[in-house]
C-alpha cells in the first residue's frame, strides 16, 4: 500500500472522529463500497459481510432492481410530504398492506419512530396508558421507545425516561405476561426474535399466548419486526410462522434497500389515527417508496426467502455438530438471523473475524450475531461459517 493511500485513509478516519458525535465506537476498517454480500475497505481489502447494514441490508448492496428504482424515482420526484397525494406512496402503501395483511400504514423513517407511532396509536385506540414488554428487548433509543427497551446500559445514563407506565416481563413466560395484564395496559409489545438482547427467538405456542392474552384483556399487541422482517427469519415477517395477528407491525431496517424508511401498520379492527396526532416531514417520500416497492417485488418473486430458511438451518445444525463446547454455549435463530452464544466476550471474536475477512456483530456482550444478507451464494456463506467455526476453533486452544 503506498504512503498516499495510507495517509488518506488516516486522514479520513480522524477526520471523522474529529466531527462525529462521539456516541458510535467505530472499529478500525473504512467501509467505501459493496456488492452483493462482499464489502470492501478503503485498502481494497474485501469482506464477507455478515453484519447486513445491522439488518438494513437484506437484499445485499447494490441490488439491481433497488438501484434502479432509485434511478428513475430520483430523477423523477425526491420529496413530496404527505400533505398531497402521490401515486408511488399510494401504491407502496397498498403492496405493504397486502403482504402484511394490514389494514393501514403510518410511513416515517426508522425503527424507533415506528415504535413511537405505535404506542401513540395504542392509547388513541383503547384510552388506556399502560404497556408491557419484554426483558432482553429492544426497541429503540428515542426517549418514548427507550422505555420500552430492556437493557440497563441504554436507559440509565438518560434517565429518568419519559414512559413511567411500563412494566417489564421475562420473555417467553406467560404466566409473568398474565399477571403483569389489567385494564391500564394499553398494549403489549414484544419481538419474534430478540435480536440485539440476544438472538432469542419466541418459543413454540409464545406468541398465540400472548395475543389471547391481549384479546381477553382489551389491550392491542404490537409485534415488532424491526430486525425479523422481509425475509429475514425465512418468512416474509416472522409472525407469519407463529401463526398470529398483531394489532400493529413495527417494520423498518430492510423496507428500502437501506434507505432510512420504517412503519407501524395497524389492522382493521384498529381505528385510523385522527388527523394531526402524528407526522414526519420525510416519512412516506416517493424515493423511499419506489425503493420499497423493489424490494417487496424482489422478495416476492425470487426463492431468496425460502433459501434464508434452508440456509439458515444447515448453517444452525452445522455449527451446533461442530463448535467446541469449551467456547459455544448455544447457537440459536430463525432463518438468517444466527446467534452464538460464547462462554466469554464476544468482542475478541469480532476482531478476529474482522482479521480473517468476516464482519460481524454483538448480541450482548458474549453473543456473536450473524445477518448476512439474503443475496449471499452458498460459496460465501459457507466460507463465512467456516472462518468462524476456525476462529472459535483457535480460542478454544
Aim: aromatic share 4%; with cysteine.
Amino acid at each position: 500500500m503506498s504512503s498516499m493511500l495510507s495517509d488518506r485513509v488516516m486522514d479520513w478516519a480522524a477526520l471523522e472522529d474529529t466531527h462525529s458525535s462521539g456516541t458510535y465506537v467505530k472499529r478500525d476498517v473504512q467501509i467505501v463500497r459493496g456488492q452483493g454480500a462482499t464489502l470492501e475497505d478503503a485498502e481494497g481489502r474485501r469482506y464477507i459481510d455478515c453484519v447486513g447494514g445491522q439488518g438494513a441490508a437484506n437484499l445485499g448492496h447494490g441490488h439491481p432492481a433497488v438501484l434502479e428504482a432509485i434511478r428513475a424515482q430520483s430523477a423523477e420526484l425526491i420529496t413530496c410530504p404527505e400533505l398531497f397525494h402521490n401515486p408511488v406512496r399510494a401504491r407502496y402503501q397498498a403492496a405493504l398492506c397486502e403482504a402484511a395483511g394490514m389494514a393501514r400504514v403510518y410511513l416515517c423513517n426508522s425503527g424507533a419512530e415506528a415504535v413511537e407511532a405505535a404506542l401513540k396509536a395504542a392509547r388513541l385506540a383503547t384510552g388506556r396508558d399502560g404497556f408491557v414488554a419484554t426483558m432482553r428487548g429492544f426497541h429503540g433509543r428515542t426517549l418514548g421507545a427507550l422505555s420500552f427497551t430492556w437493557e440497563r446500559h441504554y436507559r440509565e445514563p438518560v434517565g429518568p425516561l419519559l414512559m413511567s407506565t411500563v412494566t417489564h416481563v421475562p420473555f417467553n413466560n406467560v404466566e409473568r405476561l398474565a399477571a403483569a395484564l389489567n385494564d391500564t395496559i394499553a398494549a403489549v409489545i414484544v419481538e419474534v426474535v430478540q435480536g440485539e438482547g440476544g438472538v432469542h427467538p419466541a418459543e413454540a405456542g409464545y406468541l398465540r399466548a400472548v395475543q389471547d392474552l391481549c384479546r381477553a384483556n382489551g389491550s392491542l399487541l404490537i409485534v415488532d419486526e424491526i430486525q425479523t422482517g422481509f425475509g429475514r427469519t425465512g418468512t416474509l415477517f416472522a409472525y407469519e410462522q407463529d401463526g398470529i395477528a398483531p394489532d400493529v407491525l413495527c417494520l423498518a431496517k430492510s423496507m428500502a434497500g437501506g434507505l432510512p424508511v420504517g412503519a407501524a401498520l395497524l389492522a382493521e379492527t384498529v381505528p385510523a389515527l385522527p388527523p394531526a396526532s402524528h407526522g414526519s416531514t420525510f416519512g412516506g417520500n416517493p424515493l423511499a417508496c419506489a425503493a420499497g416497492l423493489a424490494v417487496l417485488d424482489v422478495l416476492q418473486n425470487t426463492d431468496l426467502i425460502e433459501r434464508a430458511r434452508t440456509r439458515g438451518e444447515a448453517v444452525r445444525d452445522h455449527l451446533r455438530a461442530n463448535l467446541p463446547g469449551s467456547v459455544a454455549r448455544d447457537v440459536r435463530g430463525r432463518g438468517l438471523m444466527i446467534g452464538i452464544e460464547l462462554r466469554g466476550r464476544v468482542a475478541p471474536v469480532l476482531s478476529a473475524l474482522q482479521a480473517r475477512g468476516v464482519l460481524a456483530l454483538p448480541a450482548g456482550k458474549t453473543v456473536l450475531r450473524l445477518l448476512p444478507p439474503l443475496v449471499i451464494t452458498d460459496d460465501e456463506l459457507w466460507q463465512a461459517v467456516d472462518t468462524v467455526e476456525e476462529t472459535l476453533s483457535d480460542a478454544a486452544e
